[in-house]
């Protein structure tokens, strides 16, 4: 179960307890078609449906992820304009959940060698944004997209793989790095099955902009 809720995936992680109040809060995002519980041993790979996410209590921090999220698929044909975007989107719904309940973190890792990214947004705000786009077929002439200071924990990611701005050589980064910043600024993704306490199911359908 905790593979499938990150590998080749993207998922939030926010600062606070209230899975409730998260949940309700949604419903201002989109039109929610059914919510239910989710227990430890259903089928995780719901959230691979582009209109399902789960919403988690993983003890003092709530996982939101899945393909339900305000982004989309990545295909090869894709291209860095369409990332910058769908980040976009994705890091301004983050922004508003840490308006409310705290400071929430991004993360995406798509093992098909398309893209990488990590975010961190507080109080409204999105704070540090960092995505690579990299598909091995053909060099792009802006690969990544960069916002805000880099963290302590990129610094030291940047020994180990190309981050631009703090590296000068190295392999873009893959699962590993990601998640090695994503436990260095919050949370080991590989910890989410023995942190969960419960979840729910949110089956919906995203609101257009200004609708």
Same mark, same amino acid.
């Given at each position: 179960? /905790?593979?499938?809720?990150?590998?080749?995936?993207?998922?939030?992680?926010?600062?606070?307890?209230?899975?409730?109040? $998260?949940?309700?809060?949604?419903?201002?995002?989109?039109? $929610?078609?059914?919510?239910?519980?989710?227990?430890?041993?259903?089928?995780?790979?719901? =959230?691979?449906?582009?209109?399902?996410?789960?919403?988690?209590?993983?003890?003092?921090?709530?996982?939101?992820?899945?393909?339900?999220?305000?982004?989309? @698929?990545?295909?090869?044909?894709?291209?860095?304009?369409?990332?910058?975007?769908?980040?976009?989107?994705?890091?301004?719904?983050?922004?508003?959940?840490?308006?409310?309940?705290?400071?929430?973190?991004?993360?995406?890792?798509?093992?098909?060698? =398309?893209?990488?990214?990590?975010?961190?947004?507080?109080?409204?705000? =999105?704070?540090?944004?960092?995505?690579?786009?990299?598909?091995?077929?053909?060099?792009?002439?802006?690969?990544?997209?960069?916002?805000?200071?880099?963290?302590?924990?990129?610094?030291?990611?940047?020994?180990?793989?190309? $981050? /631009?701005?703090?590296?000068?050589?190295?392999?873009?980064?893959?699962?590993?790095?990601?998640?090695?910043?994503?436990?260095?600024?919050?949370?080991?993704? @590989?910890?989410?099955?023995?942190?969960?306490?419960?979840?729910?199911?949110?089956?919906?359908?995203?609101?257009?902009?200004?609708?």
């Amino acid at each position: 179960m /905790n593979v499938s809720m990150y590998r080749n995936l993207i998922w939030l992680v926010v600062e606070s307890t209230d899975l409730e109040g $998260i949940v309700d809060h949604l419903k201002g995002e989109a039109d $929610i078609t059914s919510i239910s519980d989710l227990g430890a041993a259903d089928d995780l790979r719901l =959230i691979w449906r582009t209109s399902h996410l789960v919403v988690a209590d993983l003890g003092g921090l709530i996982y939101v992820g899945g393909w339900g999220l305000p982004f989309r @698929q990545y295909g090869l044909r894709d291209r860095m304009e369409i990332l910058d975007e769908c980040l976009r989107n994705l890091a301004g719904f983050a922004a508003r959940l840490s308006q409310k309940f705290g400071t929430t973190y991004g993360f995406g890792d798509h093992q098909g060698g =398309i893209y990488n990214f990590w975010f961190m947004t507080e109080r409204g705000q =999105i704070t540090r944004k960092y995505a690579v786009y990299h598909d091995g077929l053909q060099e792009y002439e802006q690969s990544h997209i960069s916002a805000g200071e880099p963290t302590e924990a990129e610094v030291q990611a940047a020994n180990r793989c190309y $981050i /631009n701005g703090l590296s000068t050589q190295g392999c873009y980064p893959d699962e590993a790095d990601v998640r090695e910043i994503a436990t260095n600024w919050v949370l080991d993704p @590989q910890q989410f099955s023995q942190r969960l306490v419960r979840a729910k199911l949110i089956e919906w359908s995203l609101k257009k902009p200004g609708a």
